[in-house]
């Protein structure tokens, strides 16, 4: 079974901290996603990468930042943690062959004071 | 761009009865379609995919979808609802040269016995 595991299901930070959210994945997919949800708005995409060392900018990466220095890990990074980011951040992984299925891990759901 | 509706927010049914669960996107091409399930505090299970072929596609835990090309719709439905059905419903669409999806805003259900 494909396994995508987030460092933490909760966090609680201040504002203006930098905080790290870290996703690795076990089936040697290319593909990694960070998707943010927020209710009545679905799942909407931050940042995601289609290879080491590479990245694209999604549908809302502003105060976001990404990391992805190996193949199995997908790092979400929040250089200045503000209220207005206090939300459920889920990583999904996929293989790179057409339109494969996205496979997601339990999500870290984001408290910040 | 892609976009993605689902028109209902909530949704509540008697336990054993039918459900349906409605899907609609905007898409200048042939579509891939998704329907993911999210029970409480958990990440996103896919429960089918539509790419071509049998306008009827099957789905685990007893879900099955129709494709209707004429109505930009996949809907999602099963015969029979299970109180281990409640949970959040999403559909998503995607292209087939990437591995992007643009999700719905989510159905919640609620099952009452």
């Known amino acids: 079974d494909v396994k995508v595991t987030q460092s933490s299901r909760y966090l609680v930070k201040r504002t203006g901290e930098k905080v790290f959210l870290e996703c690795v994945q076990d089936?040697?997919?290319?593909?990694m996603f960070w998707y943010r949800q927020d209710p009545g708005l679905g799942l909407r995409l931050i940042y995601f990468s289609y290879d080491v060392k590479m990245k694209e900018k999604g549908d809302i990466p502003e105060g976001y930042s990404v990391s992805r220095e190996k193949k199995e890990r997908f790092s979400l990074i929040l250089e200045s943690a503000s209220t207005n980011q206090t939300s459920m951040y889920l990583c999904?992984?996929?293989?790179?062959?057409?339109?494969?299925?996205?496979?997601f891990g339990p999500g870290t759901r984001l408290l910040v004071l | 761009a892609q976009s993605v509706t689902q028109p209902d927010i909530h949704i509540t049914v008697s336990e054993g009865a039918s459900l349906e669960l409605r899907c609609n996107y905007s898409?200048?091409?042939?579509?891939?379609l998704f329907w993911y399930v999210q029970s409480p505090g958990q990440g996103l299970q896919l429960l089918l995919k539509y790419f071509s072929g049998d306008t009827l596609v099957q789905g685990i835990k007893g879900f099955e979808a129709e494709f209707k090309r004429s109505q930009s719709s996949l809907n999602l439905r099963k015969p029979s609802v299970h109180w281990s059905d409640a949970a959040e419903y999403f559909c998503a669409v995607g292209a087939w040269y990437g591995n992007k999806l643009v999700f719905g805003a989510g159905t919640i259900l609620r099952v009452k016995s």
């Open positions: 898409y200048g091409a042939t579509p891939y």
């Open positions: 089936m040697d997919h290319e593909n």
């Open positions: 999904a992984s996929s293989s790179r062959v057409g339109q494969e299925t996205q496979y």
